[in-house]
C-alpha cells in the first residue's frame, strides 16, 4: 500500500478488510457502457453530469438507508443522473455486489463499482461499468489499470493531490476523480479540486467526487473544470429523484 500508515483509523480498518476480501474465481470480460459518452449526453441534454451514488451507509455519515436499492437506482436516473456509483464495500459501506449487479440489469446508464480494489483477482467480483482505482492505496497502479481494462472495465482513479495525479497520468489514466476528502483527517475541502484541476491533461475525463452538497458547490466545481460530479450523502440524504433533479438542474453561476 502507498502511504497507508498517515491515513484515518476508520480508512486503515476499511483497507485492512479489503486486504482480506477474497477475489474472483474466474477472469472477467465486460461490455461497458461509456461514462464519458454519458457525461457527453447529459451536456446535450442541458443537464450537469452527475454520477449519483447509492450509499446505504459510510464511516462519515449517521445511520443507514434501508430502502430497496434497486428502487432508489431508478429514481436517480429518472432524476437525470447521467451515471451511477453503486458501494459493494460491505463491512463499513453496507454495499454489495448483488446490489450492483441487480442495479445495472435494471438501469440503461453506467454503473461505477465504488470499492477499495487492491489486487487484480478482485476486479474478478462482479461486472460493472468502471471500477474505482484509489492511486494512494494501490502498489502498482499501472499493473492494476491494464488489468481492469484489459477485462472491458473503464478505471476512474481517483487522486487526492499533485503527486497521485501525476503518478495517475504516468499510469495511462483517461478517467480521473479528485477527491475533496481528506483521507488523513476524514475533512473535506472543495479548494483541493481546485488545486490538483490545473494540472489535469485536457484529454482525461475529470470528476469532482465528495463535499459537493448544494449548487454552490456544483458552480463552483464545474468552474474549476469538473466534467462530471460524484455526488452521495446530499442525494441519499431525502428524496433521492428531487435531490438528484436540484444537482443536474443546476444552472451556471452568474
Do not use: C, Y
Not at 4 to 29: C, F, H, K, M, N
Not at 84 to 113: K, M, Y
Not at 225 to 247: C, K, P, Q, Y
Request: glycine share 8%; net charge negative; no cysteine.
Amino acid at each position: 500500500m502507498n502511504d497507508t500508515e498517515e491515513v484515518a483509523p476508520a480508512v486503515q480498518s476499511i483497507l485492512a478488510a479489503a486486504r482480506d476480501r477474497d477475489g474472483g474465481s474466474e477472469r472477467l470480460s465486460v461490455d461497458a457502457r461509456s461514462l464519458p459518452e454519458a457525461f457527453a449526453a447529459a451536456e446535450a441534454d442541458g443537464r450537469i453530469p452527475v454520477i449519483a451514488e447509492v450509499k446505504p451507509t459510510s464511516p462519515t455519515t449517521d445511520g443507514t438507508r434501508d430502502d430497496d436499492p434497486v428502487e432508489l437506482a431508478r429514481e436517480m436516473v429518472d432524476g437525470g443522473a447521467a451515471a451511477l456509483s453503486v458501494l459493494t464495500e460491505p463491512d463499513h459501506f453496507g454495499g454489495s455486489t448483488e446490489n450492483l449487479r441487480q442495479i445495472r440489469e435494471a438501469v440503461d446508464v453506467p454503473v461505477l463499482r465504488k470499492d477499495f480494489v487492491v489486487r487484480e483477482d478482485q476486479l474478478d467480483v462482479v461486472e460493472s461499468d468502471v471500477v474505482l482505482l484509489i492511486a494512494r492505496f494501490v502498489d502498482d497502479l499501472s499493473g492494476l489499470l491494464d488489468a481492469a481494462e484489459a477485462r472491458g472495465f473503464q478505471a476512474l482513479v481517483e487522486v487526492h493531490d499533485g503527486d497521485e495525479l501525476a503518478e495517475a497520468v504516468e499510469a495511462g489514466a483517461s478517467i480521473v476523480g479528485v477527491n475533496n476528502r481528506d483521507l488523513a483527517k476524514l475533512e473535506v475541502d472543495l479548494s483541493t479540486f481546485e488545486s490538483v484541476a490545473p494540472a489535469v491533461p485536457k484529454d482525461v475525463v475529470l470528476v469532482a467526487e465528495s463535499g459537493v452538497t448544494t449548487p454552490e458547490d456544483v458552480w463552483r466545481m464545474r468552474e474549476a473544470g469538473a466534467d462530471g460530479l460524484l455526488v452521495g450523502s446530499a442525494i441519499m440524504d431525502g428524496d433521492v429523484r428531487t435531490n438528484t433533479e436540484r444537482f443536474v438542474k443546476a444552472e451556471a453561476h452568474e
